[in-house]
Nanobody, 124 residues
Framework: QVQLVESGGGLVQAGGSLRLSCAAS????????MGWFRQTPGKERQFVAA????????DYADSVKGRFTISRDNAKNTVYLQMNSLNPEDTAVYYC?????????????????WGQGTQVTVSS
């Protein structure tokens, strides 16, 4: 079991940056692959990024490649999403997600644990 709590969302201007954080409970954080999804009203939930439990592998949606960076600090039980060059299309509720075990290259893979989400709003 793992509990996830996101923070760092807010309102930013286009071209700005935000760093989201996700704090995880439990004693086995390093055994979980982690990721981020986002959802906008009227659209399906969209994969954003994921990272393996060791941090050695990452995966990104094409729409955020080169702008977003996912990372993790297992000593702090925390995963991050650094978001640069934000544009209004990035406006969404961002969810931290976790799954036990290895990350795959299937972006539709099941993530078993979800946080409550944090709102990111990018103004033009």
């Amino acid at each position: 079991q793992v509990q996830l709590v996101e923070s760092g969302g807010g309102l930013v201007q286009a071209g700005g940056s935000l760093r989201l954080s996700c704090a995880a409970s439990g004693r086995t954080f390093s055994s979980y692959s982690m990721g981020w999804f986002r959802q906008t009203p009227g659209k399906e939930r969209q994969f954003v990024a994921a990272i393996s439990y060791s941090g050695s592998s990452t995966d990104y949606a094409d729409s955020v490649k080169g702008r977003f960076t996912i990372s993790r600090d297992n000593a702090k039980n925390t995963v991050y999403l650094q978001m640069n060059s934000l544009n209004p299309e990035d406006t969404a509720v961002y969810y931290c997600v976790a799954k036990f075990g290895p990350l795959t290259r299937n972006q539709a893979q099941r993530f078993d644990y979800w946080g409550q989400g944090t709102q990111v709003t990018v103004s033009s």
